[in-house]
Nanobody
Framework: QVQLQESGGGSVQSGGSLRLSCGVS?????MAWFRQAPGKEREGVAI???????DYADSVMGRFTISQDNAKNTLYLQMNSLQPEDEAMYFC????????????????????WGQGTQVTVSS
């Protein structure tokens, strides 16, 4: 079973930056970051496959960057120009797949999840 552990969350002012990390216990073809704010559904933020191909939610395009270090089994999310609407619990997710395929950024596409790390943005 794949285990994931997020870190790097915290409190920042609007316009600030944070870098989230996710340690992963095993390789997975599709990996992604999701977030969930109080009273809202969990939503996809960014996704990456093992070839390095990425995609982003429209709301974070141009501000967030997802990346990975396969040698270290670590996933990252660089978040710049943070806004209050970005405030949420951020989750790392992996599908545990090994076969090359199209990665879809939906909650039901991922089998393994971290516990989350809180991001707070003050205006």
């Amino acid at each position: 079973q794949v285990q994931l552990q997020e870190s790097g969350g915290g409190s920042v002012q609007s316009g600030g930056s944070l870098r989230l990390s996710c340690g992963v216990s095993a390789a997975s073809y599709c990996m992604a970051w999701f977030r969930q704010a109080p009273g809202k559904e969990r939503e996809g933020v960014a996704i990456i496959d093992s070839t390095g191909a990425t995609d982003y939610a429209d709301s974070v395009m141009g501000r967030f960057t997802i990346s990975q270090d396969n040698a270290k089994n670590t996933l990252y999310l660089q978040m710049n120009s943070l806004q209050p609407e970005d405030e949420a619990m951020y989750f790392c997710a992996a599908d545990a797949g090994l076969v090359r395929r199209r990665c879809v950024m939906g909650v039901k596409e991922f089998n393994y999840w971290g516990q989350g790390t809180q991001v707070t943005v003050s205006s």
